[in-house]
């Protein structure tokens, strides 16, 4: 084992120094050809950029504000989404088959909001999520959590089931609610999970050292919306993940829970791929609603 004693801290992380491959998508140039593809779903290849649409908050939380009826508040919104992330159940229920969105599927799962978040097992076979087509699956992985090695063995698990049949995995960095958010414990978190084997890695924006975070990061950091923010501040945190580094947002609440879903998916996706400024994006949410409401 490593001697952890006199471990210096890392300094030099080539922010400015593009990542070497030549593929669209980060770290995936060696990957076969099958499991490229599916990430092509995900990444679009003229942007190398994702604008995924989180829905997946039920499988531990039940039903929530703006959750209420996936058939037929979410379901509308897919079209205009470059990925969705949901559960097997949620996908099987009441997403039209003829969605052209990546499917990403919650792998993940156990305890629910009443219990420790971090009890959790694998929930989903690769079989299943291969017959449901799906472009990727996702998992929690929980650093410095009460079963930390737990979720580290199942994203490995995970990681191994998925090479064997071109299936990506997306590791998702959950924060405990005793943890720092800070740079410092994001780096050790994504460079785990990337080192570990997945293939993308979900993580939350911080103000200060954020490209820190995605340029030591050897696959492409999506970040995540986190709590409901105001249309212009949400637009803001996703135009900063993206000039410091994130190949895209995975965003629920800061969509769903706005007071124009389609519009703030609109005005994100001209963030994250047409390189809008937020204020330009802001005024893309105002029209739309405005539209809206005549």
């Not at 491959?21 to 050809?33: I, L, T, Y």
């Amino acid at each position: 084992m490593a001697d952890t004693d006199g471990l210096l801290d890392a300094r030099d992380f080539g922010t400015s120094e593009p990542a070497a491959g030549g593929f669209h998508v980060k770290g995936a140039h060696g990957q076969d050809w099958g499991l490229r593809n599916r990430l092509s779903r995900i990444f679009r290849p003229d942007t190398g950029r994702t604008v995924m649409l989180a829905f997946d908050h039920g499988y531990f939380v039940g039903p929530m504000a703006g959750l209420e009826r996936l058939d037929t508040r979410i379901a509308p919104l897919t079209p205009a989404a470059d990925a969705i992330m949901m559960t097997r159940g949620a996908l099987r229920t009441s997403i039209p088959a003829t969605t052209g969105a990546g499917i990403v599927l919650r792998a993940s799962g156990g305890p629910s909001i009443l219990r420790e978040l971090s009890d959790e097992h694998i929930a989903l076979d690769m079989e299943d999520a291969l017959r449901l087509n799906a472009a990727a699956v996702a998992i929690q992985v929980f650093i410095g959590g009460e079963h930390e090695s737990r979720s580290v063995a199942n994203l490995a698990a995970l990681v191994d089931a998925g090479q064997r049949h071109g299936v990506a995995v997306l590791g998702v960095t959950a924060v405990g609610k005793d943890m720092v958010r800070d740079a410092r414990y994001f780096r050790l978190a994504t460079r785990i999970s990337a080192e570990m084997g997945a293939h993308i890695v979900k993580t939350y924006y911080v103000e200060e050292g954020f490209e820190t975070v995605t340029a030591s990061c050897p696959v492409p950091i999506i970040v995540a919306g986190g709590k409901k923010l105001p249309e212009l501040d949400a637009l803001t945190m996703a135009y900063r993940s993206i000039q410091e580094g994130a190949a895209g947002v995975d965003m629920g609440r800061n969509i769903f829970q706005s007071e124009n879903p389609a519009g703030m998916l609109a005005a994100v996706r001209g963030v994250v791929h047409d390189g809008l400024k937020p204020e330009e994006a802001y005024e893309i949410f105002q029209e739309k609603t405005a539209g809206a409401a005549i």
